[in-house]
């Protein structure tokens, strides 16, 4: 992050939405909050900010359409699993990514 903006290189890989429907209006704010988290379990980022990272997940739902009432569980999940969580773990293995020729995520050919 360099003054608020998140940046994702071509090839960055994450899991798209834990434990959720993986739609539309759900995998761009995946991405958004999964960069802060990966940086808070790496200790690259201040735990400060994980309530930030979560509201910036509920408002990029919001903005790309998502119904309020699941934005709303979306948030409220996110929230109760940091708060059954003393530690945020991260799992750095690829599960899906996009590479830059492709539109859709694949779980093979990740850079």
């Known amino acids: 992050?360099?003054?608020?903006?998140?940046?994702?290189?071509?090839?960055?890989?994450w899991d798209f939405a834990t434990g959720a429907f993986n739609t539309d209006t759900i995998k761009r704010a995946s991405l958004a909050h999964d960069i802060p988290c990966q940086a808070i379990a790496e200790g690259k980022l201040d735990p400060k900010w994980q309530p930030?990272?979560?509201?910036?997940?509920k408002g990029i739902c919001l903005r790309d359409g998502m119904w309020k009432v699941r934005a709303w569980w979306v948030?409220?999940?996110?929230?109760?699993?940091?708060?059954?969580?003393?530690?945020?773990?991260?799992e750095a293995h690829p599960i899906k990514c996009i590479p830059a020729e492709r539109s859709e995520p694949v779980t093979k050919g990740c850079a």
């Not at 992050?1 to 890989?13: K, L, S």
């Not at 930030?52 to 997940?57: F, N, R, S």
């Not at 948030?75 to 991260?90: G, H, N, T």
């Open 1 to 13: 992050m360099i003054d608020g903006t998140i940046i994702a290189e071509i090839g960055y890989a």
């Open 75 to 90: 948030y409220r999940a996110v929230r109760a699993y940091q708060k059954r969580k003393k530690r945020i773990l991260f």
């Open 52 to 57: 930030v990272a979560d509201k910036l997940l």
